[in-house]
T-cell receptor
Framework: GENVEQHPSTLSVQEGDSAVIKCTYS??????FPWYKQELGKRPQLIID?????GEKKDQRIAVTLNKTAKHFSLHITETQPEDSAVYFC????????????FGSGTRLSIRP | EAGVAQSPRYKIIEKRQSVAFWCNPI?????LYWYQQILGQGPKLLIQ????????DSQLPKDRFSAERLKGVDSTLKIQPAKLEDSAVYLC????????????FGPGTRLTVL
């Protein structure tokens, strides 16, 4: 069935360094790939998304890349800051009114001072 | 704009009891989602409504879970009878049209089954 795999499950980086989280999806018809950030005890919030008609999207220190051939997409955070510490979830959807969204299992990112 | 509202925020019940959760989505949002998030895991979609129709409920344990979205606005999720493994945070989310629109999550209901 449809599946989204996310790696790594935990990631610790030095403040100021970059962090990369990777996801792979199984359904080649998927065309919408959002990333959500969930801080401890809070609700998930969208931080960036990408659609299949582009290969990369940037928003300040955050970027997402998509490789449709390989069916994987990645989140890149540059110049990490303490407030980036959270759990990050990728997701994939086929983008029709009848399609559901599937989340990855999450990556717990810790920023070391 | 007001966000997604959920109640209650916390609920503790004993196994075999029943429980119901309520969600009020953002006004005008057609699609409503119920997720189960077990500690340390990603949100698992239980059911997705578009207006008052079901888009997907393939992961809803239908022998004990039920959900409805009357009039295409508010929704309730019920568990009857509850099991220990149902302990989780139940998140409601809504999006404007379909699953390619930004989902806005509610604060969640933390359920503990003893």
């Amino acid at each position: 069935g449809e599946n989204v795999e996310q790696h790594p499950s935990t990631l610790s980086v030095q403040e100021g360094d970059s962090a990369v989280i990777k996801c792979t999806y199984s359904d080649s018809a998927s065309n919408y790939f959002p990333w959500y950030k969930q801080e401890l005890g809070k609700r998930p919030q969208l931080i960036i998304d990408i659609r299949s008609n582009v290969g990369e999207k940037k928003d300040q220190r955050i970027a997402v890349t998509l490789n449709k051939t390989a069916k994987h997409f990645s989140l890149h955070i540059t110049e990490t800051q303490p407030e980036d510490s959270a759990v990050y979830f990728c997701a994939a959807s086929k983008g029709s009114s009848a399609s559901k969204i599937i989340f990855g299992s999450g990556t717990r990112l810790s920023i070391r001072p | 704009e007001a966000g997604v509202a959920q109640s209650p925020r916390y609920k503790i019940i004993e196994k075999r009891q029943s429980v119901a959760f309520w969600c009020n989505p953002i006004s005008g949002h057609a699609t409503l989602y119920w997720y189960q998030q077990i500690l340390g895991q990603g949100p698992k979609l239980l059911i997705q409504f578009q207006n008052n129709g079901v888009v997907d409920d393939s992961q809803l344990p239908k022998d004990r879970f039920s959900a409805e979205r009357l009039k295409g606005v508010d929704s309730t999720l019920k568990i009857q009878p509850a099991k220990l493994e149902d302990s989780a945070v139940y998140l409601c989310a809504s999006s404007f049209a379909d699953s390619t629109d930004t989902q806005y999550f509610g604060p969640g209901t933390r359920l503990t089954v003893l």
